[in-house]
């Protein structure tokens, strides 16, 4: 191991997403094949039992990149030094329940770690919140860490990209590789609007590629949108596998150059571009060098597009409205 190590935070260890994810971070697939890394495994008292089952198949793995594991409930010893935190830790939704129905079950579990990563992480921190309502959840953890500058913060809705991507491409006929630029606006939610007028296939606009608009306006988005309730129907439980496989796309997509004239999704504080109001945390597209992101700019909205991100917008301002209310920011 030549390079020194990235200390990775993760909260929820002991959950679902976590029995994915952390296997996934300690193979190599957020930061490549060649950078060792140490584990923080952040879990509530009770699940600290569970926890030491994964740390010893993690140790049964003989991962050759994992340099360190440590498994807590200590926020202060979780967080010490930490280069990237990934707030997964959080209950998941039933069927029937919206995600932002969890603000209040959830919302609190986000001041106490905001105000730890402020206090202990390293300087170049960055936080990943994948834990919902996640948008609002990070919105939480950001504004209990007011020494963390703002572009640090992301919550996950690289997933809503992935399946909008899978959708196009079996609606298309092609693989979800021929599929890029698929912006996903707004919040993680039954509002988001998975943004097909601006995809493109094989380089093509998606609404030349597919004829049949009515499904890209109407059950394309719903499809998206509804898809974590279609899981939950089905599965009984959350996604998983595919929520940890999102959150290892988003580090791996902020860590590395964008793709030239591509973007990603993901959700960061709103700077006011496209006329959102600043500061919620609003999924846009977005680009980065590997280690400065910025907001793409000059993305064409149309009417229908616009009616769309106003909504998802709203619910954003409500979510805040909320949490500001029950006194968490
Ligand atoms: N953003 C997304 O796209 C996306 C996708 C899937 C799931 N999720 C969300 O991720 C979260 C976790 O899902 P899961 O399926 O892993 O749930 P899970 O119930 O299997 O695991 C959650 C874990 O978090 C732990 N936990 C609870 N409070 C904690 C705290 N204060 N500190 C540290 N750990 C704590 C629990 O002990 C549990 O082990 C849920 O909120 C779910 O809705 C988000
Ligand atoms: O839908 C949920 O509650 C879980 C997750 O956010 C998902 O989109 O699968």
């Known amino acids: 191991m030549s390079k020194a190590p990235i200390t990775v935070a993760v909260t929820g260890a002991a959950g679902q997403i976590g029995y994915s994810l952390l296997f996934r971070i300690a193979s190599g697939a957020l930061f490549g094949p060649d950078q060792p890394v140490n584990l923080r495994l952040i879990e509530i008292e009770p699940a600290l039992g569970a926890l030491s089952g994964v740390c010893m198949e993690l140790d049964d793995c003989a991962f050759p990149l994992l340099n360190s594991i440590t498994p807590t409930a200590d926020l202060d010893e979780g967080f010490k030094g930490v280069n990237w935190g990934i707030l997964v830790g959080s209950v998941p939704r039933k069927a ?40 609002t959840n990070c919105l939480i953890a950001m504004n209990n860490a007011k020494g963390v500058p703002s572009d640090r913060w992301f919550a996950m809705t690289r997933l809503d990209e992935n399946r909008a991507k899978s959708q196009l491409a079996a609606k298309a006929g092609v693989h979800n590789t021929s599929v890029s630029n698929l912006a996903i606006w707004g919040n993680h939610s039954a509002t988001q609007y998975p943004d097909f007028y601006n995809a493109k296939i094989d380089g093509k606009p998606v609404t030349d590629v597919i004829s049949d608009h009515d499904w890209l306006k109407g059950d394309f988005i719903s499809t998206v949108q509804q898809r974590g309730a279609a899981i939950i129907k089905a599965r009984g439980l959350s996604s998983a596998a595919s929520a940890a496989n999102a959150a290892c796309d988003t580090v791996y997509s902020l860590t590395h150059p964008t793709a030239e004239g591509d973007w990603t999704s993901v959700a960061v504080c709103s700077d006011g571009s496209y006329g959102i109001e600043k500061g919620l945390m609003f999924s846009f597209p977005v680009r980065t060098d590997g280690s400065k992101w910025e907001i793409v700019q000059g993305v064409p909205v149309n009417e229908f597009s616009q009616a769309k991100i106003k909504a998802t917008e709203d619910e954003l301002r409500e979510e805040r409205a909320a949490v500001t209310e029950l006194g968490l920011i």
């Open 96 to 135: 029937g329940m919206e995600r932002k129905d969890l603000l209040k079950i959830n919302g609190g579990i986000f001041t106490n770690q905001g105000k730890a990563i402020e206090k202990n992480a390293a300087s170049d921190v960055r936080v990943l919140v994948v834990g919902n309502p996640c948008n």
